[in-house]
């Protein structure tokens, strides 16, 4: 999948999930999905961290 077909895909999503809620339940959608990004990114660093230290390149 492309950038242009990820970004379009991740657009269609949102206005799907956006269509007849409230601002807030939007709000709320909007710091759950960050909330998921920031987990699965701190799970992604601590795997790679975890990975360099038992590979020898880690501190």
């Given at each position: 999948?492309?950038?242009?077909?990820?970004?379009?895909?991740?657009?269609?999503?949102?206005?799907?999930?956006?269509?007849?809620?409230?601002?807030d339940e939007v709000n709320?959608?909007?710091?759950?999905?960050?909330?998921?990004?920031?987990?699965?990114?701190?799970?992604?660093?601590?795997?790679?961290?975890?990975?360099?230290?038992e590979n020898g390149r880690?501190?």
């Amino acid at each position: 999948m492309s950038a242009l077909e990820l970004t379009s895909a991740i657009t269609a999503v949102a206005n799907a999930l956006a269509c007849g809620r409230s601002a807030d339940e939007v709000n709320l959608l909007s710091a759950v999905f960050v909330q998921l990004g920031d987990t699965l990114a701190t799970i992604a660093l601590q795997k790679s961290l975890c990975c360099n230290v038992e590979n020898g390149r880690g501190t």
